[in-house]
């Protein structure tokens, strides 16, 4: 079971938009809605920010949105802050034994 | 207020065995799908293990074989028993809840640190 494939790295300054990608398989990302993305600031604990690909949870900014197109997901975060700086994952269900798969994970950094 | 905290993390040899606990507050463990999820030292996230509401248990092929999870529904606490560790199990290991009506882990631990050095 491969990890779905994210840039390591993203950058932008503030204000502007970035788009983070995660490019899996059939049997995961494109085979099922089930994409979430985890917002991981350095030193802390990973944070729920989208789930069933395009969905935010209670309090999360509306600056983060998602969405999905054959294998990739996407994750896009508008008016960029700097508190935005953190690691970003994404995860999917997957059909293999694994049952879930978390991406390669990609830094945010704000220039 | 739902809590996760993870406990039992420590130094221990290659091929020695560690019991990690997850003791959940303000919901029922046997209520939810839990999650266990580590990160290597600078490294990304790993799905390891999962723990279905009726007992069924999954691994991530990278442990199958060396680690079990148990649940004790009396103590509202998850055990994550690791057999055989190997360097390559040194991670801060993770608690998650997956969501009761989602495929995602709504709610996370601080973590607890397993390092396997000789």
């Known amino acids: 079971q491969s990890a779905p494939t994210q840039p390591a790295s993203v950058s932008g300054s503030p204000g502007q938009s970035i788009t983070i990608s995660c490019t899996g398989t059939s049997s995961d990302v494109g085979g099922y809605n089930y994409v979430s993305w985890y917002q991981q600031r350095p030193g802390n604990v990973p944070k729920l920010i989208i789930y069933d690909v395009r969905t935010r949870p209670s309090g999360v900014s509306s600056r983060f949105s998602g969405s999905k197109s054959g294998n990739t997901a996407s994750l896009t975060i508008s008016g960029l802050q700097a508190e935005d700086e953190a690691d970003y994952y994404c995860?999917?269900?997957?059909?293999?034994?694994?049952?879930?798969?978390f991406g390669t994970g990609t830094t945010v950094t704000v220039l | 207020e739902v809590q996760l905290v993870e406990s039992g993390g420590d130094l221990v040899q290659p091929g020695g065995s560690l019991r990690l606990s997850c003791a959940v507050s303000?919901?029922?463990?046997?209520?939810?799908?839990m999650t266990w999820v580590r990160q290597a030292p600078g490294k990304g996230l790993e799905w390891v293990s999962v723990i279905y509401t009726g007992g069924n248990t999954y691994f991530a092929n990278s442990v199958k074989g060396r680690f079990t999870l148990s649940r004790d529904d009396s103590k509202n606490t998850l055990y994550l028993h690791m057999d055989s560790l190997r360097p390559d199990d040194t991670a801060v290991y993770y608690c998650?809840?997956?969501?009761?009506?989602?495929?995602?882990?709504?709610?996370w631990g601080q973590g607890t640190l397993v390092t396997v050095s000789s």
């Open positions: 998650a809840r997956r969501a009761a009506a989602a495929h995602t882990l709504d709610r």
């Open positions: 303000g919901f029922t463990v046997s209520s939810h799908y």
């Open positions: 995860s999917s269900y997957t059909s293999t034994s694994t049952l879930e798969v």
